[in-house]
Nanobody
Framework: QVQLVEFGGGLVQAGGSLRLSCAAS????????MGWYRQPPGKQRELVAT???????NYGDSVKGRFTISRDNAKNTVDLQMNSLKPEDTAVYYC?????????WGQGTQVTVSS
């Protein structure tokens, strides 16, 4: 089992920045993929960004150029730096961890961007 705990959500004005962090604990195996997904109000969960153990990244089209994902393999943490935030970035953000074909989710953290 893997447990994920997220930190860093909150309220920010449009154009501002926030940084989300997620810490994984439990039985962590490499290689693995960590990432962030989000669920806007009334919509389906969607990809924000993922990063593999060797540093390969993948971003959702709507966040490319504004968000940056990074990880610390030694600490089993993944961060999401969000810049130039827009009201449409408002969502619950979920940390995600995939290893050995098992998928784990955090409890989610709310990000609200006011216009």
């Amino acid at each position: 089992q893997v447990q994920l705990v997220e930190f860093g959500g909150g309220l920010v004005q449009a154009g501002g920045s926030l940084r989300l962090s997620c810490a994984a604990s439990g039985f962590i195996f490499s290689p693995n993929t960590m990432g962030w997904y989000r669920q806007p109000p009334g919509k389906q969960r969607e990809l924000v960004a993922t990063i593999t153990t060797d540093g390969s990244t993948n971003y959702g089209d709507s966040v490319k150029g504004r968000f940056t994902i990074s990880r610390d393999n030694a600490k089993n943490t993944v961060d999401l730096q969000m810049n130039s935030l827009k009201p449409e970035d408002t969502a619950v953000y979920y940390c995600n961890h995939i290893q050995r074909e098992n998928t784990y989710w955090g409890q989610g953290t709310q990000v609200t961007v006011s216009s």
